[in-house]
């Protein structure tokens, strides 16, 4: 149970790994202030990168291929952490909005160490989640923010940390009527095993688990709500259970074979266009549609809805799988490739320390760090679609790098660490100086 100590309370490994698969009884996971609830999530990573590794050499045994594409997991994991970023500068809406009707409309009091008080959160936040997905899925406004998650066309373990920055600022809605009742402290638990959870579910190695298929959202059911086949769309809601798609006429059992992703593939692996480009195409719907109704449907309605169309869209609209579909996947040199992992390999190093270090920061250099990190998981963005402007962005970020250096804003807990990226990112400049000056003479050559 809770402790009168005021910071979070410390975590095992066996807790943090059972936490993935929301096993942790009541009594290790019940707190009497929300200050002692531990960060589930940050703990997590470790695990994450394990399961990662694991689904690879799985899949690797089973099927003789890789589980997933260096391009559409680097794509992946930056859309994660792009969308942690803003819970580095402020604490999550989804506890700010929970808090403040807490403290000022609550009904009634649950006791927080009840065992009862923790399965009917559980079941709560389970249920708050199944309508605030499958709202997400029938509103186009929250469609935007939601189909960041499904614009990947692999289904692996890289896919379940593909998140939108914007998501957040409307599921907030869907957990308030738990404030009237059960106290922060117990819902911000919940509110982590039910996101947790749902990590390793994206996943083909497993193919089904039996019996708890019946209750259980589990990768097989999950694995048709990512399909982009007709009889995919807008099915398996669920986050834990899926009881509560049986109940409500959403369940579709997993049948012919998946292909995933959204039914117009946005072929992208940019983070920032990824999260703003359906904003961009609801804002142009908008001012295109005609009549006043019809422009706040295109926010209200489907994403596939138009004027004299049913609210959802017309089904035989969706495009036809043939089987034969290609995922995006542009060609790039394997030393491009390599030159991807490694740097991304240094972004989520200094992504976790920023996690680690963050309450003895200034805020200015908090803002440049995340600037920083921004710049970059961009500049992967344009190199893995190998595009004619990826040298030039590349001299700037590594150059920023160099600069923010120099001035301590970078500088790691380990010195050796600091040297060798000092060494990495003066290589790289100059390596894409050469580069960029070699295309620029090739383009004078052809057109003198």
């Not at 391009?71 to 992946?76: A, F, L, Q, R, V």
């Not at 259980?216 to 834990?240: A, E, Q």
């Not at 109704?293 to 869209?313: I, T």
């Not at 050796?416 to 003479?441: H, N």
Request: glycine letters at 6%.
């Amino acid at each position: 149970m809770g402790s009168a100590a005021g910071g979070p309370r410390a975590t095992t490994p066996g807790q943090q790994l059972r936490a993935l698969f929301y096993v942790v009884p009541p009594g290790e996971s019940s707190f009497r202030t929300l200050e002692e609830v531990p960060d589930y999530v940050e703990k997590s990573i470790p695990f994450f990168i394990a399961f990662i590794v694991l689904e690879f050499a799985v899949s690797w045994v089973q099927k003789r291929k890789l589980s997933g594409r260096i391009n559409d997991g680097i794509s992946s994991l930056s859309l994660g952490i792009l969308s942690r970023l803003p819970d580095v500068l402020f604490r999550s809406v989804d506890l700010i909005s929970y808090i403040y009707v807490w403290n000022n409309y609550r009904l009634f009091e649950l006791p927080w160490d009840s065992p009862w008080t923790w399965y009917l959160t559980f079941l709560g936040v389970d249920f708050a989640y199944y309508w605030f997905h499958r709202i997400s899925h029938e509103v186009n406004i929250l469609w935007a923010a939601h189909q960041v998650h499904h614009s990947s066309e692999d289904y692996n373990l890289f896919t379940a940390l593909r998140q939108s920055v914007l998501q957040k600022y409307t599921s907030w809605m869907f957990n308030l009527p738990m404030a009237l009742f059960i106290p922060p402290s117990v819902f911000a638990v919940h509110l982590q095993f039910n996101l947790l959870y749902q990590f390793w579910i994206h996943t083909e190695v497993v193919t089904n688990i039996g019996p708890l298929e019946w209750i259980l959202n589990t990768p097989s059911h999950h694995r048709v709500h990512h399909g982009r086949n007709p009889y995919c769309i807008d099915k398996n809601y669920g986050g834990t259970l899926i009881i509560w798609d049986r109940i409500f006429g959403t369940f579709e059992a997993e049948d012919a074979k998946v292909v995933y992703g959204l039914t117009h593939p946005v072929n992208s692996f940019e983070p920032i266009l990824l999260q703003l480009r359906p904003l961009a195409h609801i804002w142009n719907t908008f001012w295109a549609t005609p009549g006043f109704c019809n422009k706040l449907s295109v926010l209200f309605k489907g994403p596939g809805w138009g004027p004299g169309k049913p609210r959802l869209g017309l089904p035989e609209e969706i495009p036809v799988i043939t089987g034969k579909e290609v995922p995006f996947n542009p060609r790039v040199p394997a030393y491009l490739n390599c030159y991807a992992v490694v740097h991304f390999a240094v972004i989520m190093e200094l992504y976790i320390d920023l996690l680690a270090t963050v309450t003895v920061l200034s805020q200015g250099t908090i803002l440049l760090r995340i600037f920083f990190i921004i710049l970059s998981l961009t500049s992967f963005g344009f190199l893995m679609e190998n595009r004619p402007k990826a040298g030039i962005l590349e001299i700037i970020r590594c150059s920023v790098f160099l600069g923010v250096y120099k001035l301590g804003y970078l500088r790691n807990q380990l010195s050796l660490l600091d040297c060798a990226y000092e060494v990495l990112f003066s290589l790289c400049a100059a390596f894409w100086g050469i580069q960029v000056m070699k295309r620029i003479t090739s383009s004078k050559d052809k057109h003198p």
